[in-house]
């Protein structure tokens, strides 16, 4: 797992948490003091974010021996060895909490993934991400995301053009939207165009979508929007997509399924670190 600003974002976890000392192991523990580290899993799941961890208990003693028992974007059930570090007490107990809150939070959304994932195995259908993450964590949430069997919709506004009711609004309509996009992107991007109803599908159609994104509609009107695309265009169905309702929108035929819930509403997967 290597992101552009991991360093960073793990310095400045650790600074948040440990401030100007950690005050009750550097009063516990002299220097120099080794120790065993183990992170078991308490609940079934997927694990994802074991390199981060590695990365945690290096950058507070470099010579830290990190040995993982899982991959990434493995299952596991409860009491599941993830791993082990061996190093500087002080260092494991000091970094404990921020590489726990790293691998809990991303196991938590690859485990959800994997489980709207298999609901969806049998169709078509791909469950995809959004823009919809923490800030500052975007790349990792999004890793966890392929971890647990899912596609990345755009990472930000720079990789893909998203043509949304905003944009519509500002440009004057649809067709001047994507006519105005097309004559000034590189013709190597598709673009994706947000609609709300049938006559928007149509205009959007017309100007020559790529893809058609296809904003809280409901089942009836969905499939109507498969039906009148007919393969002409990518869709993709979104909103309040969750376990209840995915089965019945891949149902619909579409190609693409967003969920912001992937990661604004996944919860952290339950982990422990035991020191031995």
């Not at 003091?33 to 079934?44: C, H, I, L, Q």
């Not at 969806?120 to 991400?129: E, F, G, H, S």
């Not at 590189?186 to 609609?195: A, G, S």
């Amino acid at each position: 797992m290597i992101f552009f600003g991991l360093q960073e974002l793990i310095e400045q976890a650790l600074a948040e948490d440990i401030g100007p000392g950690d005050i009750t192991t550097l009063n516990l523990v002299s220097p120099g003091v080794t120790a065993r580290g183990e992170f078991r899993s308490k609940a079934a799941g997927v694990v994802a974010g074991l390199d981060i961890c590695r990365a945690v208990f290096q950058r507070l003693d470099p010579q830290a021996v990190f040995t993982p028992g899982k991959q990434d974007g493995d299952s596991i059930v409860p009491g599941d060895l993830l791993a082990e570090v061996q190093g500087e007490t002080q260092a494991l107990l000091t970094g404990e909490r921020v590489a726990l809150n790293f691998l809990q939070r991303l196991s938590g959304i690859a485990t959800k993934t994997r489980h709207m994932s298999e609901l969806i195995a049998d169709q078509k259908a791909q469950l995809v991400d959004t823009r919809k993450t923490t800030p500052g964590l975007r790349n990792l949430e999004k890793y966890a995301v392929k971890a647990g069997g899912g596609r990345n919709h755009r990472i930000g506004l720079f990789d893909g053009v998203m043509i949304k009711d905003n944009h519509i609004q500002a440009a004057g309509g649809i067709k001047q939207a994507v006519v105005t996009v097309r004559e000034k992107v590189p013709h190597t991007l598709k673009i994706e165009v947000e609609v709300e109803n049938l006559a928007q599908l149509e205009e959007a159609l017309q100007a020559g979508a790529d893809i058609i994104m296809l904003d809280n509609m409901d089942l009836a009107t969905m499939k109507e929007a498969v039906r009148i695309v007919n393969g002409r265009a990518l869709l993709e169905a979104s909103g309040g997509i969750n376990e209840a309702t995915i089965v019945d929108v891949a149902g619909t035929g579409v190609d693409f399924i967003s969920c912001g819930a992937l990661t604004h509403s996944a919860a952290s997967l339950d982990i422990s670190f035991y020191l031995r």
